[in-house]
């Protein structure tokens, strides 16, 4: 047994390598190793809590051997291009496992004594576990909902894979039955539909239908969502107090729980896909504020402290992401983007478009000196990191300068782009930030833009009226000549038309992102 | 009162260090920097194991915290090695 003065020593050293783990991320050079550090710290911490006390193992052993093998298979199989969901649904872990420690200490802080403890005991307890099972829940769900939408399971309306088919309707059915039976078994039945309990033990039940339910749609909007945002926020913030009152009641603790949910759910189904590294980031710090809350719960520093680096983290990076879409946070979760009254006519626009061909693209490539490449969500989608950097090689060899011009919401996460080309070999100093590349766009004789549309959309300098004004964007238009590579010239997320299509120095190159970048190789290689 | 002033210190003074630490991440490492942090959240698993191995908490008490270790043990386990995975990609000429 370590005495507890030691346990908290530990974790005092566990919470610096912490700190360490993010100020290490400052760099990619010193990156691998505040990474390691941090598991350390990690180790640290969860080796003395099992050593501060006698355990009973029974539990804990076969909870920690099936997390640690679905984490590790998770981590080593993940396709870099499916990062976004696989952090989305990480953050929405953290959200389940606060809700359930939270539930849990309650349960063994008064249900166990079938009373109170001495009021002491105390304020700061009851309302850290509402804090812990309200922002805990709604980060599962809204992180279910954040997954499903990146995996292109929920709220669409073509037809899904089998495995999509099968988290859709599991995860509904389990929401829904589970509170269902909870419901009826621990409210209606034991108090009587007609008592306190018994009205919470149907209303879990109607949340969890009503969750269930709202997932199984195949659209993201529904008449009368916006009055269920707002009736959902009143009843979580209403049922939270009443908890902090009457914290003995479990019933009442999950039905906080279930009404939490109802508005991670309702609060994320109607955000866009380019919205959502906003969401990812906005969950990720929830994530942590919860991991915190819990701390105020059991009166750990370890959490407290992990959780609210991670809660400034999130925020910090959901500032970046709003920022760089020129948008407020409100605006992200509570508005809709879209085609104002006018906006102009796609045809109109689009009237004097230049399409090309890799043979084009291929002699456009034989006398530059400097090549800028801008990928967007269209090179994931395609898979095309891979090719691009063999492009971007076959271009070097012949002493081109490549770089690559990254938005900071390109993709569906922070990073994202960023890290898919690093895992197809492109050194990390090629990568230049929007603001850096900017002014010297002017210098560059081709810029490649590949399945990005809204982040190099002019229109946001010149037009105040349009739904995407004032984003700072990529000023490809500056280049000497443009090739986009684009399937078709549908709208961006943001639904407008883009003029730069429509530019004199601008060239359309109709394709697939993958095949169009494999021609271009092929055209250049043969033109040798 | 006394331990919430003083938890409540804690929590203030490191989500300064946290917003004067992060805003230092460049853009390059933020997807990194997500699992990473994702990972650190997962920290709620000290609480998870003290609820889950309690000598004389209820069982239906240990089952919930039970369930909780699995949930943060995913997030420790997967978020360190996802993000090693990541940043071992990360290479300068």
Known sequence: MIPAQIVNIAYVIAAVLFIFDLKWMSHPRTAVRGNMAGALGMALAIVVTLLSEQWDWRYMTVAAAVGALIGAVAALRVQMTSMPEMVALFNGFGGAASVLVAGSALIAAYAALGEAPPAAQDLQMKVATVLSALIGSVTFFGSYVAFGKLAEFLAVKWKLYAWQKAIKFSFSTIVAAGAIYYGVTAGVMPHGAGSTEGMLGIGIALCGALIGGILLRKSARFPGMDALKGLSALATVGAGVWVVLDPVNQVLFWGLVAIAGVLGVVLTLSIGGADMPVVIALLNSYSGLAAAATGFVLNNNVLIISGSLVGASGIILTQIMCKAMNRSLANVLFGTMGPTGDTPDADEVYKSVKSTSAEEIAMLLDDVQRVVIVPGYGMAVAQAQHTVRNLAQLLEAKDILVEYAIHPVAGRMPGHMNVLLAEADVEYDKLREMDAINPEMEQVDVCIVLGANDVVNPVAKTDPQSPIAGMPIIDVDQARTVIVIKRSLSPGFAGIPNPLFAADNALMFFNDGKKAIQAIIDAVKESD | ?93
């Open chain 2, 1 to 93: 009162m006394e331990i919430f002033v003083t938890a409540m210190t804690i929590f203030v003074l490191a989500v300064f260090v946290g917003f004067e630490i992060i805003t230092k991440v460049p853009p390059t490492l933020h997807t990194p920097l997500m699992s990473g942090s994702n990972a650190i959240s997962g920290i709620t698993i000290v609480g998870a194991l003290v609820l889950a191995g309690s000598m004389d908490s209820s069982p239906l008490a240990k089952i919930i915290a039970a369930i909780a270790v699995m949930f943060a043990t995913i997030n420790v386990v997967g978020g360190f090695l996802v993000t090693h995975r990541m940043l071992a990609m990360f290479k300068k000429k």
